[in-house]
């Protein structure tokens, strides 16, 4: 429950990528959270503390998914500012 509002950021990043014609961001981001990092959380997590890692390993992966969002969004930020990027 407690990574649930960092899952917020993570899709409205991945939706404003989507606006500003970034398909491919906007796809890798919403790849992050269910296949780049639950897949492999749920493959490892339990095996080394049973139950508790299959609880575990969503959080994890919110988190780790909305690290990735802030990278990529903090970038495109600053490409904007500077003016490099002018695809919008």
Same mark, same amino acid.
Do not use: C
């Given at each position: 429950?407690?990574?649930?509002?960092?899952? /917020? #950021?993570?899709?409205?990043? $991945?939706?404003? #990528? &989507?606006?500003?014609?970034?398909?491919?961001? =906007?796809? %890798?981001? @919403?790849?992050?959270? &269910?296949?780049? #990092?639950?897949?492999?959380?749920? $493959?490892?997590?339990?095996?080394?503390? /049973?139950?508790?890692? %299959?609880?575990? @390993?969503?959080?994890? =992966?919110? %988190?780790? @998914?909305?690290?990735? $969002?802030?990278?990529?969004?903090? =970038?495109?930020?600053?490409?904007?500012? @500077? /003016?490099?990027?002018?695809?919008?």
């Amino acid at each position: 429950m407690l990574a649930f509002p960092v899952v /917020g #950021f993570q899709i409205v990043t $991945a939706n404003f #990528f &989507q606006y500003i014609g970034k398909p491919n961001k =906007a796809i %890798v981001l @919403s790849l992050t959270r &269910q296949m780049l #990092f639950l897949v492999p959380l749920l $493959a490892f997590l339990p095996g080394m503390f /049973g139950h508790t890692g %299959v609880w575990m @390993s969503m959080p994890i =992966a919110d %988190v780790l @998914s909305t690290l990735v $969002a802030a990278v990529l969004i903090v =970038a495109q930020i600053r490409k904007l500012r @500077s /003016g490099e990027d002018r695809s919008i």
